[in-house]
């Protein structure tokens, strides 16, 4: 009686165990046709430019018409392409013929040059005057080499557990909220709302492919209902992506439907085995929640303190030193000599602000410090990887506030208020048990931090229903649409930081040297960082956020009004203004905005202008037991 038992539980697993494997090959099915049949979209682009002439114009609309329809094919797989291969995915659709890798990971290794192929290059090249069919072949042989890569034993694998997929969805979330509304990945602006349409409808057909092989982890009945409406509300929208309602498709659809993935990420106990995770975070319960990702560590070598009142205490320290002069070489110079905390930590009076020397100016504009952990590379060339180092560079530098390490770490702990802190402080750090310069400008970096969490109007839109102008909205879809302001500037930071939020894009924009526009400015930018062709006169994409309050614009300086920056971009940047810039990255071509439409761009930036609430400076500053020390001024003298 007793082996019957065991046989029959036996039995009973192996049936249970085959109706498993049976189901998960549902899924995993999906994946492999579908990845066979973009394969077989791509072979018949590549023979189609084999045996075209691609310089007619009957062989030119052939081979476009092959290209719409890969790519259909690829954007219905395209959940997994970018999830589970990004390296791949850069053959397969990269929006750059060269792109310098300028990821989280360089805080790890040295950028390097990785090189785009696939069906967006193809499209772009294919409109080149003296197109060459060899070229157009290569870049849709590499594509079909990177379909290789999705077939191998190490990609499939993933397919057969649920982690990755909430993990892929998240990304399509923040994809279609950052990108796929946009013409960012999409040469032909027309192709965007009708691509959309497609990917929603067979991304549909995966998550129901995937509840019948994960039925213990499924995606819920609320997010597939509102899913539902989501493919209704864009298949009702104008095919015309200019007219395309990017504010209520984010605020009532993808954003909602990314709180509810995130709730199934936690509810499952979802596990990550991708970088594309890295900075992302699973209790963030909206795009527009500013824990979403988390490039930098405002902390530094107060990691791991978590005591809030300890936590209070390096604040109120930070604060003190950022309006200390006692971090410059001749005490007369502090923090807020440039970021001035009213002026949302930049120097609004000015183009640039005054050298050390007090008789020069420095080269570049003030970047505002609020937002700033919101980029994994800083400065406007992204020469540094954490605020910390930022910080150390700027106190030592010797046009800026000349100060060195050791005299920096002397003068501090001379004054009795910051020896004791700094002492209490260096026993909560295992790594460094004596006081350092990395515990100074730890405190003041995770001051300054706490002026990034604020939120704008626009954010409570999003995220609380609030209401905001009609005009901010209609600027909104401007942004995301006719204005392409989207394919640099991307959601939610509006900074060149776009999904999974791993990396800072650089842009040349051609900046003149001043508003006459005769010569573009001499400032090579990243070049100076990571010369390259690319890179020459390239600088990090910031932020909007705030931009109403952080003239003058642009790594000079060189305009004082968002109408200029406005009609900067509106003319095609410098080669829009005839200045020679022949690696621009932005578009040369007007965008041909009314004036009606630029006022609504500006009035959605204003809706970005978040609610900060600024500290007063401190009355005194801490006595130092170097009585030449406590002649210095709250601020600094200049």
């Known amino acids: 009686m007793k082996k019957i038992r065991i046989l029959s539980v036996i039995v009973a697993v192996v049936v249970c165990s085959f109706t498993l494997g049976k189901q998960a090959t549902t899924y995993r099915t999906h994946y492999v046709n579908a990845l066979s049949g973009f394969e077989e979209a791509t072979h018949t682009l590549y023979n189609t430019i084999k045996n ?139 192709n965007v709302v009708p691509e959309l349409q497609s990917m929603l409808a067979e991304i549909k057909s995966i998550c129901s492919d995937f509840n019948v092989s994960f039925p213990a982890t499924p995606l819920t009945n609320d997010y597939l209902a509102l899913y539902d409406k989501t ?42 085995k991708s970088y594309n995770d890295y900075t992302l975070n699973n209790d963030a319960p909206s795009i527009f929640d500013k824990a979403l990702y988390t490039p930098q560590n405002s902390k530094g070598i107060f990691s791991l303190v978590k005591d809030p009142a300890t936590l209070e205490e390096i604040k109120h320290i930070g604060k003190l030193l950022f309006y200390d002069p006692i971090l410059s070489g001749n005490n007369r110079r502090s923090c807020i000599s440039c970021h001035k905390s009213t002026q949302y930590f930049t120097d609004t009076a000015v183009q640039t602000s005054m050298q050390f020397n007090e008789k020069e100016r420095l080269t570049r504009n003030t970047p505002s410090l609020v937002n700033v952990i919101y980029n994994h590379l800083l400065m406007l060339d992204g020469k540094h990887i954490s605020l910390q180092a930022q910080g150390r560079a700027v106190m030592t530098n010797p046009i800026e506030m000349g100060g060195n390490e050791h005299d920096i770490v002397t003068k501090v702990l001379s004054c009795k208020e910051y020896k004791t802190a700094f002492k209490k402080f260096a026993k909560l750090t ?110 990090r994409t910031g932020s909007i956020r705030n931009a109403a309050y952080t003239k003058p614009y642009m790594h000079n300086g060189v305009f004082t009004t ?74 600094g003298e200049y």
């Open 52 to 190: 075209t002439d691609c310089a007619s114009a009957p062989g030119k609309a052939q081979i476009k018409q092959e290209i719409g329809n890969a790519r259909l094919k690829m954007k219905g797989i395209d959940i997994w392409l970018r999830y589970l291969e990004p390296v791949a995915y850069n053959k397969i659709n990269g929006p750059l013929p060269v792109e310098w890798e300028n990821e989280v990971f360089e805080k790890f290794e040295k950028p390097y040059r990785r090189e785009g192929a696939g069906l967006s290059l193809a499209e772009l090249y294919l409109d080149n005057p003296t197109i060459n069919k060899d070229t157009l072949l290569q870049l849709v042989q590499q594509s079909l080499t990177a379909i290789k890569t999705y077939q191998a034993d190490s990609i499939t694998g993933q397919l057969d557990t649920f982690d990755h997929f909430f993990l892929a969805n998240r990304l399509f979330l923040l994809n279609l909220a950052a990108v796929y509304t946009t013409s960012f990945e999409c040469p032909d602006p027309k």
């Open 430 to 539: 295992p790594e460094a048990k004596d006081v350092s310069f990395e515990h100074i400008v730890s405190a003041v970096t995770y001051y300054y931090s706490e002026f990034s969490n604020y939120y704008a109007p626009f954010d409570d839109a999003m995220n609380s229903n609030k209401p905001v102008s009609t005009e901010s909205i209609k600027g909104f879809n401007l942004f995301m649409g006719k204005a392409r302001c989207a394919t640099c500037h991307f959601v939610p930071q509006f900074n060149g930081v776009k999904p999974p939020y791993i990396s800072s894009e650089f842009e040349v924009l051609g900046i003149p040297s001043d508003t006459t526009y005769h010569t573009l400015s001499e400032d090579r930018g990243r070049y100076e960082v990571n010369p390259a062709d690319e890179t020459m006169h390239a600088f």
């Open 231 to 272: 493919i209704s509300f864009v298949n009702a929208q104008p095919t015309d992506y200019t007219q395309f309602d990017h504010y209520t498709f984010i605020k009532d659809y993808v954003n909602p439907l990314f709180a509810i993935n995130q709730k199934l990420i936690n509810a499952y106990g979802v596990m990550s």
């Open 562 to 635: 968002l109408e200029q920056v406005v009609d900067f971009y509106d003319a095609g940047g410098g080669m829009g203004k005839k200045l020679p810039v022949a690696n621009q990255t932005l578009s040369s071509d007007s965008l041909k905005l009314s004036s009606s439409e630029k006022k609504e761009l500006i009035s959605f930036m204003h809706s970005l202008n978040e609610k900060i609430i600024f500290q007063m400076p401190p009355e005194t500053l801490p006595a130092s037991s170097s009585k030449e020390l406590n002649s210095r001024k709250v601020g």
